[in-house]
């Protein structure tokens, strides 16, 4: 079995290590857009996306692709276009309640399997001062939400509920399950 993960993301890269797991880096050139509205659909419909955008290219091989996203306050909200966006975005979050969803496919067109699921966890950020959201703002252009619980100098979120790793951007928990259930198909 060759393992590929459909993306570039230095957390997804160091969680698939973590877990032992073998794999080659093949990043997805999908453009990210969907039509869904609903970010548990949004982010199996990305992560579906990027998996077949590589699958294509590699049918033999085990395809993973990813998608995280966080929604608060009736907007969805994914990595921020700029300083002014990611200052934005934390203004929003701030002090508020939000919640992650990350979409995994599993896929190996060869053997006609797709798997696919998703992961939401709630995330309370602390209430900062504007002087704070200025100097966070910019520093995670990367990442949803514009900020990063793994980052130990990131004091933005107080509070998780639920998986932990799924708002970092790969939930361990629901990624090993659906593993042993593609085997085992």
Known sequence: MQLVLASKSPRRIEILKQLGKTFEIIPSQCPEFSFYKRPSLRVVDLATQKAFDVARKYPGKYIV???????CKGEIIGKPKSKADALRILRKLNNSWQSVYTGVCLMCLDE???????????????????????HLAGKHMDKAGAYAVQDEQDPFIERIVGSRSNVVGFPVELFEKMFKEFLAK
């Open 112 to 134: 006609h399997k797709a798997l696919y699921g998703y992961e939401v966890s709630k995330c309370k950020a602390r209430k900062l001062s504007q002087a704070q959201l200025l």
């Open 65 to 71: 692709g990813a998608d995280t996203l966080v929604f």
